[in-house]
């Protein structure tokens, strides 16, 4: 049973490394508690932020609780995200009887991961992809106000558009999120808005909450 636990993070070693991120070797504690959960599949990141895994012993969703308490649950019973997911904060983001999506926060603000629980329909949880990061590597400094932001925003879509500051409309998307950065390195605090020009494209603006940098690309590009 451990050698097929341990096949499985291998293959998802892989799957992750392709994709552009190296991923550790599975200790023998990880094994051993791979072995327990039985999962059809599973892939674990090196820096065990994140953790996508389907079919097994996932438990299930208890309908008298709330379904934060009940990701907290999940996240303790698989025991293989980082020490820092299990007293991270999260917000629902959408529910129903066999999906439910999150949002971890920082302070209130959200973090731009991908935290998705599918449900069977007596509440077992059939799929868990479930990406957090650290708390503390978020910044400590202070950004800069949205009004600010929304100003860099406007006069750079406006520019790219060859439109006046006046014709371009813009909106929160996601508005303000931390982003997570590279291995160890403190998160990216963002604006993000969508933004729309008379006769223009769609646009997506990325605007720096610390230093002011602007980005701006299509919004059919990732």
Do not use: W
């Amino acid at each position: 049973m451990r050698h097929r636990a341990a096949a499985a993070v291998g293959a998802a070693c892989l799957a992750l490394f392709a994709a552009g991120e190296a991923c550790a070797e599975p200790s023998e504690a990880r094994a051993a508690r791979l072995a327990a959960l039985r999962p059809d599949s599973v892939l674990i990141s090196r820096s065990s932020d994140t953790v996508y895994i389907r079919g097994g012993d996932l438990g299930r969703f208890d309908a008298h609780a709330s379904a934060v308490e009940n990701l907290r649950k999940l996240i303790l019973h698989l025991g293989l995200l980082h020490d820092a997911a299990r007293s991270a904060e999260f917000s629902v983001t959408e529910q129903m009887p066999n999906f439910v999506s999150f949002a971890q926060v920082i302070g209130g603000v959200p973090v731009s991961t991908r935290i998705e629980v599918d449900l069977g329909p007596d509440g077992r949880i059939t799929e868990a992809r479930l990406a957090t990061v650290d708390p503390a590597l978020a910044p400590k400094a202070q950004p800069i106000a949205r009004e600010r932001a929304l100003q860099i925003a406007s006069l750079a879509s406006a520019a790219k558009a060859g439109v006046a500051g006046a014709e371009v409309e813009l909106d929160d998307y996601p508005g303000l999120h931390y982003k997570p950065a590279a291995l160890g390195q403190p998160l990216k605090l963002q604006y993000g808005f969508a933004a729309r020009a008379a006769f223009g494209e769609s646009d997506i603006v990325t605007v720096d909450a610390l230093t002011g940098a602007v980005d701006v690309r299509p919004a059919g590009l990732p």
